[in-house]
């Protein structure tokens, strides 16, 4: 079937929207006409290179709806409405043991540019484009693995939900699935984009008594008092270790760093109390510790969380109800473009402009 996609060629090159070719889904897979999706940084980091082969078809946070099921896929409809995630085997260890983000295979099925079965479904003239995240949301449809798929609530916009895939997944889950903070403690978010807001949002719903929000954007750190933040640091201004020390007589019980930047990071492991725990979701480079000092001796923990922990068929719909009963707000996060403007929407998204783009890419849906 011929579909518009938006295509990355080489590294560092604009995307282009053009007619490629998807096959039909196989047994355990779904096609879906995709309404719209989320642009998060890890498509703006395979754009650099960094992410599946090229040529390939980016996009990992799409929404849409079910056109077509395989004959072994039992818990998904034609006219479903749908999120699609991140791919997962559902069968290894870490699969089996509720850990899908763990998955052993989550490079080869993420990044590595095929399906689950070791083939392609995208072609253009007679050369295979990669799949992403075994999605590949920009487009006009895609074909995933069930897996990938969640079923949602068709009374919510479905244009809006994409997101919930990846970014907003982690940025919750990792508070929900991986602190798991007890109500009253204090916690420090590093970084007030779509991951960091959404750990806001979670940790104001699990009624949390300090929640510092570290950036150095004003509109966005308003924005995460707006959310639940208690206070809004920007690191611009002050010693983030000893502001967040006075806050809180003497550290933050929990952390979530979302920048990557090394010095954030230490900053954000000294600002622990003694036995404090910090999430490490950014993407970062070498930090230099004493592990005597800043670790052993004060009982810390250090943890990466890869989309915050969670199972995309529990957390999702979780989350969808919280929005509904208006305890999740993650909708003032984002911003629409039609698909045509998709480049516009990642120089937007790269400049702070906006912090979740999504991209519309079914026009009766705009």
Same mark, same amino acid.
């Given at each position: ?44 980091? &395979? ?39 991140? &791919? ?103 970084? &007030? ?174």
């Amino acid at each position: 079937m011929k579909i518009k996609a938006a295509l990355v060629k080489e590294k560092n090159l604009p995307l282009v929207i053009e007619d490629i070719e998807i096959d039909e889904p196989k047994e355990d897979e779904v096609l879906i006409r995709i309404v719209a999706s989320g642009i998060c940084h890890t498509d703006a980091e &395979s754009i650099k290179g960094n992410g599946a082969p090229f040529p390939a078809v980016l996009g990992h946070e799409g929404a849409g709806i079910v056109e077509k099921v395989g004959s072994t896929v039992t818990n998904i409809s034609v006219g479903d409405h749908v999120v699609l995630s991140y &791919s997962y085997c559902n069968a290894c260890s870490q699969c089996l043991t509720g850990h899908h983000n763990l998955c052993v295979r989550t490079v080869e099925l993420n990044f590595g540019g095929k399906m689950q079965d070791h083939t392609y479904r995208l072609h253009k003239d007679g050369q295979a484009y990669s799949t992403f995240f075994g999605q590949s949301s920009f487009a006009t449809y895609a074909v995933a693995n069930k897996h990938n798929v969640v079923k949602v609530d068709r009374n919510v916009d479905l244009k809006l939900l994409g997101p919930l895939g990846c970014g907003i997944q982690t940025g919750s889950g990792t508070v929900m699935n991986s602190l798991h903070p007890e109500p009253g403690t204090s916690i420090a978010i590093y970084g &007030s984009g779509a991951v960091g807001l959404s750990a806001v949002m979670a940790a104001n719903l699990l009624g949390l008594k300090d929640i510092i929000v570290v950036d150095i954007h004003e509109n966005r750190l308003e924005l995460a008092k707006e959310l639940g933040a208690t206070h809004a640091l920007n690191s611009k201004n002050l010693n983030v270790v000893e502001e967040i020390k006075k806050i809180t007589d003497g550290g933050v019980h929990y952390a979530i760093e979302t920048t990557g930047v090394p010095v954030v990071i230490k900053n954000a492991i000294d600002a622990l109390r003694v036995a404090g725990k910090i999430s490490i979701v950014g993407m970062g480079g070498d930090v230099t510790l004493n592990f005597t000092n800043d670790i052993l001796m004060e009982g810390k923990t250090i943890v990466g969380t890869i989309q915050g922990d969670s199972t995309p068929q529990i957390h999702i719909p979780k989350i969808i109800q919280y929005y509904k009963e208006g305890k999740f707000p993650f909708d003032k996060l984002v911003k629409f473009y039609d698909f045509n403007a998709i480049n516009q929407a990642f120089e937007d998204s790269k400049t702070g402009i906006t912090i979740k783009p999504i991209v519309v890419i079914d026009e009766q849906f705009s």
